[in-house]
């Protein structure tokens, strides 16, 4: 990297101890067990949280904020001496974590990625140029001629982007243009013969390169000291906790019925079609038609009626009454009873299982015959938009949906749904179906009373006009 | 192949007789003349000198496993597809490609390991097959500019739509010389209705896919297809390169060829979708009023399309709104700018048609297209596989090499590739095969003396 216009010489580095680790070599500290995971969650609530920021298409400085936000919530250590302990240890176990394959390692590439980019955009101009130096980018000036040679484009980039006429003494960096991919695509810089011309306030993106692509390489190298040696050593101890991190879901427990509990049985169709998602409502579907699910349906639906509230004598009878139609009740009671109850916790382990999350609905691998999994995701197109029509979702609401989906952001996809189908936002996003459900219900129980107050006299016809008039 | 074009293929199935008449138009890719034309006229050993990159020399510095890690895939008749095709030398290549006799060819990927044996090498983990290599390529189809040519439709192509494609090989190509610093790029006709084109520089070829990206979305502005919304959107002053591209060729298309060519204001129909795109309803108005009511006035002297375009210019230009002025170029960028598919750009394992392929449904040949000399290019008088043939024939069957290649329309291309971009391509790949083993000798010697 060369400098350009710069006559004046950039202030000496050496002495600011960077604060913005670039997780270089593994950290030599003795870390406990608990610390281990407890670190890895809090990271993982960090990068979760920019992952649905980017995925609702929040602008940068939206961005910035939040990941100061998710930082200061989560990556703090009561002694402020241990935060950087803290940083590097989750760090290196979400190494770990998200080395293993290649989608995994993708993600965990680009939120790290993410993260480290505005992290340095919110460190001091001290603190970035010590970084700098600790990358080893060579700065070296060259001669103010070539600023004035290019100075015209740099003031009409400088126009473009919206930003204040460079000066002779500002410092242009000359870059190599496939250094700063995110500049060139967004035409944020001028670029002449390969090089590209990065003001000073634009060098993260340098900078993020390079880290990315450190990153990137270092994954693979621990994916493979993973699969050669750490898996086997390690199986007793951190094996498991590194395997189930990965497919952690961090949000809130819906193991237990809360706020809208209980539902019943004579409820329940009614229910499904005003507030399951399209997920559920799939599986409800097929099992009132073909009056089976196979062992996959039964564990995602199963428990997510539970989730609702559906309490184990109702959920005995309601799978009871549709399985008996196709294998009989006799068979019911000795084969799937067992399952059922096994969900609430009353046979074999009695632990209580946890209703799915949609990151977990969404990697399922549903196989010929299943109806679990996530429709956005497992559906064709076609079937897609047959379905979610079916939910009521207009033709401007469906190619956002679709569009979503196409960029693999399924629960994006799902929470348009949500809002196309109850005429409402849903900020906080989808992220499991039973939140689905009880933010359907707030909106519902919200309306119904309102109409009661609120609307009388002509208000028993507002639900149905289209149909109405669609029979004259 | 529909089926009406394999009937006419058998109708014509005279290998002898095929006459220098053969018709142009209902163009026909018969096996028999497809052996011929890969026997007699394609131009293996060029294919095979460029996509070695040098590495097929004597120098020790060569890479001598190059060429055969390089994926070639071939449709076969029937649309039997045929992917991870390898070959480590010349004769491996054209002896398979005179036997197999593919409709068509496709260039893909350079990978870490010879592609036949991918699958011992994918079982190794997930860095055991993978691209290493790719000329970073670009594609254009005049299909994706519908919604703004009027003279043809489909398939079709005529020289008045063909000039957004010299429009596009015109900007795109000064961004890659000029911005990007490449200087190995070769255009080529994708034998129907669209150009491809290959940025062979040693640093292009070893981009990873966020470069392309980058690289690719530099160059993208228009997007298409988006509901309503507006498909060009520029803000603030224009981008030195854009400044370039809008100045130097975009207006110039626009005024001189698109607008009269395309006709883009002589309908209510054509200039409402124009006027779609001034944000002011007062201007709007002001302008539709005018262009309804002389549409039956007079026999003007000057062209309708030039007329209201000047007319619409003015009235933008002589407002205060910094906005409207842009409004000009906008719609400009809108009817003329290059509309990439960015999917092809963007990753490094994308296939694409081999120059001097044949069209499978035109007959015409691949050829490259000379950038500085585009605006002469002319896609219905590109050689047909039947013109070759023909011409062959008279020349005699028996001159093969390049006497009878030279000898037939085909020539003036081979030429053009060989001597624009074949040669210099070469004589860099031996500067930097040489450099790049000086400077390992270099490092070796400064490790033993330590
Ligand atoms: S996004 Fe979640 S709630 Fe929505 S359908 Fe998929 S799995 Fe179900
Ligand atoms: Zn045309």
């Known amino acids: ?472 | 192949m529909s089926r009406e074009e394999a009937e006419n293929g058998r109708d014509n199935m005279e290998i002898d007789g095929c006459e220098p008449q053969t018709p142009q138009g209902n163009a026909v890719l018969d096996a028999n003349f497809l052996k011929i034309y890969y026997g007699k006229l394609f131009p293996h050993e060029d294919i095979f000198k460029w996509m070695s990159y040098g590495n097929d020399g004597k120098h020790p510095g060569c890479d001598q496993s190059y060429f055969g890690r390089r994926e070639f895939s071939f449709t076969l008749e029937n649309d039997i597809y045929l992917r991870y095709q390898s070959f480590n030398s010349l004769s491996e290549l054209e002896k398979s490609i005179n036997e197999k006799c593919p409709v068509k060819i496709d260039v893909g990927p350079v990978y870490n390991v010879d592609p036949a044996k991918r699958n011992a090498y994918a079982k190794a983990g997930d860095n055991g097959f993978t691209p290493v290599e790719r000329e970073l390529i670009f594609d254009l189809d005049i299909n994706d500019y519908n919604d703004v040519r009027y003279c043809c439709s489909g398939n079709d192509v005529c020289l008045d739509c063909w000039s957004l494609m010299t429009a596009a090989i015109k900007v795109i190509d000064t961004a890659l010389r000029d911005d990007f610093g490449f200087d190995h790029i070769l255009w080529v006709y994708s034998g129907r209705r669209g150009v491809h084109c290959w940025v062979c520089d040693r640093k292009a070829r070893r981009l990873n896919n966020e470069q392309r990206a980058a690289i690719a979305g530099y160059l993208h502005v228009y997007k298409g297809n988006e509901y309503g919304h507006k498909k060009v959107s520029l803000t603030g002053p224009l981008h030195p390169f854009l400044a370039r591209s809008y100045n130097e060729v975009l207006k110039d298309i626009f005024e001189e060829r698109l607008l009269c060519g395309q006709k883009l204001f002589s309908s209510e129909e054509r200039f409402e979708k124009i006027l779609e795109m001034i944000p002011d309803e007062s201007i709007t108005s002001e302008l539709r009023g005018k262009w309804l009511e002389s549409r039956q006035s007079s026999r003007l002297k000057e062209d309708i399309n030039v007329v209201r375009w000047g007319q619409l210019k003015h009235i933008l230009q002589s407002r205060k709104h910094k906005g409207l002025h842009r409004c000009v170029e906008e719609i400009v960028f809108c009817y003329a700018y290059p509309r990439l598919d960015m999917e092809v750009s963007k990753h490094m394992n994308h296939l694409l048609k081999a120059p001097f392929c044949v069209h499978p449904k035109t007959g015409r040949v691949c050829v490259p297209i000379d950038p500085n000399h585009c605006e002469e290019f002319d896609p219905t008088t590109v050689p047909t596989l039947s013109k070759l043939l023909g011409e062959l024939n008279v020349g005699g069957l028996s001159a093969v090499g390049d006497d009878g290649l030279y000898g037939t329309s085909l020539g003036r291309s081979i030429r053009y590739f060989r001597s624009h971009f074949l040669q210099p391509l070469l004589k860099s790949c031996k500067e930097e095969i040489e450099s790049s083993y000086n400077a390992k000798l270099r490092e070796s010697k400064n490790s033993l003396r330590w």
């Open chain 1, 1 to 472: 990297m060369e400098v350009v216009g710069s006559h004046r010489r950039i202030p000496a580095a050496a002495h600011v101890v960077p604060t913005l680790p670039l997780y270089r070599s593994a950290p030599e500290l003795e870390v406990r067990l608990e610390d281990f995971e407890l670190f890895a969650i809090y990271r993982l609530r960090v990068l979760k949280g920019i992952s649905d920021g980017l995925s609702r298409g929040k602008t940068p400085d939206d961005m910035k904020k939040l990941v100061e936000d998710l930082l200061r919530e989560n990556m703090s250590h009561p002694q402020a001496s241990e935060d950087s302990n803290k940083d590097i240890i989750s760090h290196f176990v979400l190494r770990l974590v998200y080395c293993r394959t290649e989608e995994l390692r993708k993600w965990f590439l680009s939120m790290e990625t993410t993260l480290f980019r505005y992290r340095f955009q919110l460190q001091s101009a001290e603190v970035q140029r010590a970084v700098i130096a600790e990358n080893d980018l060579p700065c070296k000036a060259v001669s103010n001629a070539e600023f004035e040679n290019v100075k015209e484009k740099l003031h009409q980039v400088s126009r473009h982007i919206g930003q204040s006429i460079p000066t002779a003494d500002m410092i242009f960096y000359k870059v190599p243009f496939e250094e700063v991919p995110e500049l060139v695509a967004s035409r944020r810089v001028f670029i002449l013969k390969g090089y590209a011309y990065v003001a000073t306030n634009q060098v993260s993106s340098h900078v993020v390169t390079q880290f990315r692509s450190y990153l990137s390489k270092a994954l693979v190298l621990t994916s493979r000291k993973w699969t050669s040696t750490i898996k086997e050593r390690e199986k007793d101890r951190l094996t498991p906790i590194v395997e189930a991190l990965s497919t952690s879901y961090l949000g809130p427990d819906y193991s237990q019925p809360r706020e809208f509990a209980d539902i019943s049985l004579k409820d329940i169709d009614q229910v499904a079609k005003s507030s399951f998602p399209l997920c559920m409502r799939h599986l409800f579907d097929k099992l009132r038609e073909d009056h089976h699910l196979k062992h996959g349906g039964r564990m995602q639906l199963g428990l997510f009626l539970k989730g609702v509230g559906l309490k184990l004598d109702d959920a005995l009878a309601f799978w009871k009454a549709e399985f008996s139609h196709k294998v009989g009740a006799e068979r019911f009671d000795k084969e799937y009873a067992y399952g059922i109850r096994h969900n609430y916790g009353k046979e074999g382990k009695r632990t209580d299982y946890t209703p799915y999350s949609c990151q977990k609905i969404i990697s399922s691998t549903p196989g010929v015959g299943d109806h679990h999994g996530c429709p956005f995701r497992h559906f064709s197109e076609e079937n897609l938009r047959a379905a979610i029509g079916k939910m009521g979702v207009g033709n401007r609401a469906m190619e956002d949906v679709i569009d979503k989906v196409r960029n693999r952001h399924y629960q994006l996809a799902c929470t348009l749904t949500f809002e196309a189908v109850h005429g409402s936002s849903c900020d906080a996003g989808i992220n499991h179906p039973n939140q689905y459900f009880i933010d359907s219900q707030k909106i519902l129980q919200k309306g119904a009373s309102q109409e009661q107050t609120g609307t009388k006299g002509d208000g028993t016809h507002t639900g149905l006009p289209a149909l109405h008039q669609s029979k004259v």
